[in-house]
């Protein structure tokens, strides 16, 4: 069964770069055809869609980010990353990593990690 | 990028139906037959509950149930339950770019 844990800082600066990554465990990123992305959810809001990457490497992002977002992949360490530039406290949320979306996952999120908490304050 | 509409709150009481709408533009809801459904208990991670409109994944409860109308996706939970209590997202694929848009989200309360 395939799980996904993110991993990072919980507190960074205004102006820093976000750096996450998502670990997979229970399967190979790269043997299910997937997409695999990033989304955001500030506290007591809804949720954003950031950008998705795939195992060849291949990314698409949201338009509203696309000048502060860069998504990769490592195969050989079956993990996925995320970086953020130019923070502000708008910024501040609890950041997913997720299955999809793709055909694989019939366009869905199918498999979230638990989240990781990020706070952007001096 | 604009959200998809959902209601802000819909209550039942333990044993009702009741129904989320989650309205869009024909460029994703209306375009597509990708919407789908996240289920968020309060601290957790969402969890997919519909897909294509109205499928659901292996162990999700057949009292939910998905259905489209036009630019307008529904989610129906049939027989609600106290562990219903929860908020829903849908969301979607938008042709313009490519995108995938969520709703605002509905908080549903079981009285």
């Known amino acids: 069964q395939v799980q996904l844990q993110e991993s990072g800082p919980g507190l960074v600066k205004p102006s820093e770069t976000l750096s996450l990554t998502c670990t997979v465990s229970g399967g190979s990123i790269s043997s299910s055809n997937s997409y695999w992305s990033w989304m955001r959810q500030p506290a007591g809001e809804g949720l954003e869609w950031i950008g998705r990457?795939?195992?060849?490497?291949?990314?698409d992002y949201n338009p509203s980010l696309k000048s502060r977002v860069t998504i990769s992949v490592d195969t050989s360490k079956n993990q996925f990353s995320l970086q953020l530039t130019s923070l502000t406290a708008a910024d501040t949320a609890m950041y997913y990593c997720a299955r999809g979306p793709g055909m694989a996952t019939h366009e869905t999120f199918d498999i979230w990690g638990q989240g990781a908490m990020v706070s952007v304050s001096s | 990028q604009s959200a998809l509409t959902q209601p802000a709150s819909v209550s039942g009481s333990p044993g009702q139906s009741i129904t989320i709408s989650c309205t869009g533009i024909?460029?994703?809801?209306?375009?597509?037959?990708?919407d789908s459904w996240y289920q968020q208990h309060p601290g957790k991670a969402p969890q997919l509950i519909i897909y294509e409109v109205s499928n659901r994944p292996s162990g999700v409860s057949n009292r939910f149930s998905g259905s489209k109308s036009g630019n307008t996706a529904s989610l129906t939970i049939s027989g609600l339950q106290a562990e219903d209590e929860a908020d829903y997202y849908c969301a979607s694929k938008r042709r313009t770019s490519i995108l995938w848009v969520f709703g605002t989200g509905t908080k549903v309360t079981v009285l």
């Open positions: 024909s460029s994703d809801v209306g375009g597509y037959n990708h």
């Open positions: 990457v795939y195992t060849s490497g291949s990314t």
